[in-house]
């Protein structure tokens, strides 16, 4: 039996197949123990590894909590608070994670405990900084403390992550040490069944069919992990880059292509073509940024802008490194990110804190103007927070009492120690009523100043809601002393003008109606002796008698126009719309006898209608042409004309001249119309300076003897003018006849 024969006999092949097969046993059983303890170093590894990365990320979301909160208190910006609020929540999670995965390690979960407490003490002191932002009241010294103490507890948050970290990294030196030789034994194990064409054969087929199925897998995976790199690229507005040195070829990822306003692979990526799109005074960055990226192969970050196809600008960060440690074989790796809306953000963030240091200066400018205007205008300010229950008073406040600026405690119950005993209840009820009914009528109390003098204070308040839904009542108290001194003595003036009024009416009224019934039967007694004793008479007699009977007329006109007078200032004033025409009409003929006597002439152009007291206004115009009747030059017949013109304030220096009556400024629009209305006659005229003159009752320019008259016809002109809120003045030259003007509004 030859050697072939006996290689290939049944027998030799069943006893070398099971051989085979007992040593495959026996090689797999050894190489079974030895991937155990491979898949038990491989979970304690991979076990480390997540501790770690739990460890990182929980110290990474309590410093988004603490970047969120100096956002917040440095722009008072609540956006900023958003990964603030969502920051504990994720950190819990983070923790009981840590807290399962180190179940069986009795110090980490020692360490986890202490931290957990380090966590809770740090939320404390975030939230007390953010209660003392809110509080308008803080000052910086209090936020500064707790932030202060904020970063020790950080400090030491830090610390105990580190230890954390340092003791599970020892744990991965020495798992990955056992995970080392563990993996170097397998190797040796797996190639003596190399030695067994069977068992070649079937541990090829078995590897052969495992990695066909793990490249499968791999390619799908491949697939989802690429798609969800494209995905998160376009969400996330970058792209990825390969530049291989060595070849000078491009790769771009699809991203960049739409970051550019393209379609994937509309154009070949080269360096040169992707530089039309940098932005012509940015290409400089660009270039000289590759330049150095090839000398130096460090890591770089730059920013520039580019035109995209449709004409927009973009600001693109881009940020790379160079791979490969062969002079041959270079790789530059980068990320581009669309930074537009960050950059824009950065833009108007520095454009708001600019404008938030304008407001602020000009806020300081304004305290301080107010405090100057404060101490001039003796009156003072005060904030009533009704959440905290907490004053405060405006430096003023305390000078209006009599006190030093803050030199004691701003409460109401000391303000009211002040206030006087009898007025203490108006300062309660005022307050109490603006809170429950939100009223902003004033209230007037006297106080008691520290040196005893006694001020009369007017308060008023209103109530602010802000957009937190917070209730601060405002006021102002106000030092009204002189004023309510001064409104007393107006008071005493007023009721003795009263009195004095009231008994010039009686005397009016003595002067106008008690005396007519005497004044007629001296009328009557007068007309009796011409009748029958005037021609017995002596000469001296009748000249005396003329006298008296002169007198007793000059009499009856005097009490005439003094009722005339009284019924000018007392009369019902009823306006109506009426033609001043037909007035002007109706005056003239009451007057036709002493027209006619005179032979006077009067012309008049159409005069408005306007809404007036009637019998008024045609006793102005009876008395002005009465005036110019009476007024006129000897021999000479008179001319009286009448005119009227439409006019505002502003184009009349007249009319602007009369708003102003001694003192006392009259305050008219100078677009307001007007209709200025003359009566110029030929008459005596008079001397400009007495112009004031002849409109004062009983004031008269010519003796009684040369003209008759009483001095009252030109002040009844006058107050039928006034009543009307109109003007009139007077212009004349001796012996040049006088024009008298008067304004009425429309």
Not at 367 to 378: L, N
Request: neutral net charge; contains cysteine; aromatic residues 10%.
């Amino acid at each position: 039996m030859n050697l072939q024969s006996i290689f290939t006999s049944s027998i030799f092949l069943k006893r070398t197949f099971l051989a085979a097969l007992f040593i495959l046993i026996f090689i797999s059983a050894i190489t079974y123990r030895h991937i155990l303890a491979f898949s038990e170093s491989t979970k304690l590894v991979i076990h480390s590894q997540q501790v770690h990365l739990q460890i990182e990320q929980l110290i990474s979301y309590l410093k988004d909590a603490e970047s969120g909160q100096r956002g917040y208190i440095i722009t008072q910006n609540s956006d900023y608070l958003k990964a603030y609020n969502g920051s504990r929540e994720r950190i819990n999670y983070s923790l009981k994670d840590l807290k399962i995965l180190t179940a069986d390690n009795l110090k980490q979960q020692n360490k986890l405990d202490s931290l957990n407490k380090l966590i809770d003490l740090r939320y404390l002191l975030f939230n007390a900084s953010l209660a003392l932002i809110i509080k308008k009241s803080t000052n910086a010294d209090q936020l500064n403390t707790s932030l202060f103490k904020g970063k020790i507890v950080m400090d030491t948050i830090r610390s105990k992550v580190n230890e954390m970290i340092d003791l599970e990294m020892v744990y991965l030196k020495a798992r990955k040490a056992k995970y080392e030789d563990e993996i170097s034994f397998t190797p040796n194990f797996t190639l003596l069944l190399f030695l067994f064409t069977v068992l070649i054969f079937v541990v090829s087929y078995l590897m052969i069919n495992r990695d066909l199925k793990n490249v499968k897998k791999a390619n799908e995976e491949l697939i989802i992990v690429n798609e969800s790199i494209n995905h998160a690229e376009i969400i996330g507005n970058f792209c990825f880059t390969q530049w291989d040195i060595q070849s000078n070829k491009l790769i771009y990822s699809d991203n960049l292509y739409r970051l550019l306003g393209c379609e994937p692979h509309s154009f070949e990526p080269t360096f040169e073509n992707y530089l039309k799109f940098v932005h012509p005074e940015d290409r400089h960055i660009f270039t000289k940024g590759s330049i150095n990226t090839i000398k130096k192969a460090d890591t770089y970050l730059r920013f520039y802008r580019i035109i995209r196809t449709d004409g927009v600008i973009r600001y693109f960060k881009s940020m790379g490194k160079m791979i490969g440690n062969n002079e041959n074989n270079k790789t530059h790796i980068g990320m581009i990110n669309d930074v537009t809306e960050s950059h824009l953000s950065n833009i108007e963030l520095e454009k708001r804190n600019s404008e938030l240091e304008k407001s602020n200066a000009e806020l300081l400018i304004s305290t301080e103007s107010i405090k100057h205007a404060e101490e001039i205008g003796e009156f003072s300010t005060w904030q009533w927070d009704l959440v905290t229950n907490t004053l405060k008073y405006s430096d003023n406040q305390y000078q209006l009492l009599g006190c030093e600026p803050q030199s004691f405690e701003s409460t109401i119950e000391k303000y009211l120690e002040f206030v006087h005993p009898e007025d203490r209840h108006i300062v309660k009820e005022g307050g109490q009523e603006v809170l429950n009914e939100m009223n902003t009528k004033p209230a007037f109390f006297r106080i008691i100043r520290k040196d005893g003098h006694i001020r009369y204070i007017k308060s008023i308040a209103k109530s602010l809601i802000d957009v937190n839904g917070k209730n601060t009542l405002i006021g102002i108290n106000s030092d009204i002393t002189e004023q309510y001194l001064n409104s007393l003595t107006l008071e005493t003036k007023n009721q003795e003008l009263m009195q004095s009024n009231t008994e010039l009416a009686s005397f009016n009224h003595i002067a106008s109606h008690d005396l007519q019934e005497p004044l007629r039967k001296i009328q009557l007694f007068i007309s009796r002796i011409e009748e029958n004793e005037l021609k017995i008479m002596s000469e001296i007699g009748k000249e005396y008698f003329t006298r008296i009977q002169l007198s007793a007329q000059r009499m009856r006109v005097l009490i005439d126009d003094l009722l005339l007078f009284s019924r000018t200032n007392k009369a019902e004033k009823v306006f109506e719309e009426v033609d001043l025409t037909l007035l002007l009409k109706n005056a003239k003929r009451e007057l036709a006898e002493a027209i006619n006597e005179k032979n006077a002439v009067i012309t008049f152009s159409q005069l408005p209608i306007l809404n007036v007291i009637p019998f008024q206004i045609q006793q102005l115009f009876i008395n002005l042409m009465s005036n110019s009747l009476k007024y006129g030059k000897a021999e000479i017949a008179p001319i009286i004309e009448i005119n009227c013109e439409k006019i505002t304030a502003k184009k009349n220096p007249t009319l602007r001249l009369l708003q102003t009556e001694g003192n006392k400024i009259i305050q008219i629009s100078n677009e307001k119309i007007y209709y200025k209305i003359s009566f110029k006659d030929n008459g005596i005229g008079f001397d400009q300076k007495y112009v004031e003159n002849i409109f004062i009752l009983f004031q008269r320019l010519h003796h009684k003897t040369a003209y008759s008259g009483t001095g009252i016809g030109l002040s009844i002109c006058k107050k039928i003018v006034e009543n009307h809120a109109g003007f009139i003045t007077a212009e004349g030259k001796p012996d040049d006849g006088a024009t008298f003007i008067f304004f009425l509004p429309e």
